[in-house]
């Protein structure tokens, strides 16, 4: 897979300012997801074929975005759709063809989906397995870059629809996000809607969980809630995926 990670490499670097903090922040969340990609893919059994398969779609899954921040300087989940843009880059920069990708539409639906609010087009089983996967290795290392990063106050009420949505199990809507709470109930929401049980093992065998924990400031008045938030996540890896 070495080879992968030159082509990958050279291409960052040769387009993009690695000196830039969220391109370089972009450069080695890929190579993370594509390292979980393969180890996800590892713990559910798949054939070799498969891993590398899994590991080209973390490689790729966020071309987009480095498109992105070099167009608008930041990250827009709302105003532009990396995951669609990444697939365009595939194509306009021939990466579907020097990363040697079989499989086109699965690929290119797998990367499509990986951002969405909901999982749109996926017509067989195969392709909800590998969009799945890439949706959790990508919430995992999102959740771990997060947790390196500033306190998250949790001391206020969050807004009614996000924490109903996430206590229905709904996928949060980003439009809905109005604060530092509401933020912290969809990163919580990434640990509780991980797809796969071997991703929830991740998460909780690297400490992953336990580093966003350390970063969560919790008022008084809001312990009652937020444990009660917590307990939802240990409850949903009682979910297991049979292939």
């Not at 291409?11 to 903090?21: L, P």
């Not at 709302?78 to 194509?91: E, P, Q, V």
């Not at 809607?193 to 008022?219: A, C, E, M, T, W």
Request: aromatic share 14%; net charge neutral.
């Amino acid at each position: 897979m070495n080879n992968y990670i030159e082509y990958f490499t050279n291409y960052v670097y040769k387009n993009y300012d690695m000196n830039n903090q969220f391109i370089s922040l972009k450069y080695y969340h890929s190579l993370r997801v594509a390292w979980l990609m393969s180890l996800l893919a590892s713990k559910l059994n798949m054939c070799d074929e498969d891993i590398v398969f899994a590991f080209k779609l973390g490689l790729c899954h966020d071309l987009g975005r480095f498109y992105e921040v070099a167009r608008i300087g930041r990250f827009d989940n709302i105003g532009f759709d990396h995951g669609a843009y990444s697939n365009k880059i595939l194509y306009n920069d021939l990466f579907i063809n020097y990363m040697d990708i079989s499989e086109h539409v699965l690929f290119r639906k797998a990367i499509y989906n990986h951002n969405k609010k909901d999982i749109n087009n996926i017509v067989n089983n195969r392709e909800l397995v590998f969009t799945n996967l890439l949706r959790d290795a990508d919430k995992i290392d999102i959740l771990r870059i997060r947790s390196n990063k500033d306190i998250l106050n949790f001391d206020s009420l969050p807004d009614t629809k996000v924490l109903s949505n996430y206590m229905s199990n709904q996928t949060i809507n980003l439009k809905d996000i109005k604060g530092m709470v509401d933020s912290t109930i969809l990163y919580l929401s990434f640990f509780k809607d991980l797809y796969y049980r071997v991703s929830h093992d991740v998460v909780i065998n690297h400490g992953y969980l336990d580093d966003f924990l350390k970063i969560v400031q919790v008022s008084e008045s809001n312990q009652e809630l937020f444990d009660n938030l917590i307990n939802k996540i240990y409850e949903e890896r009682g979910k297991v995926y049979v292939r």
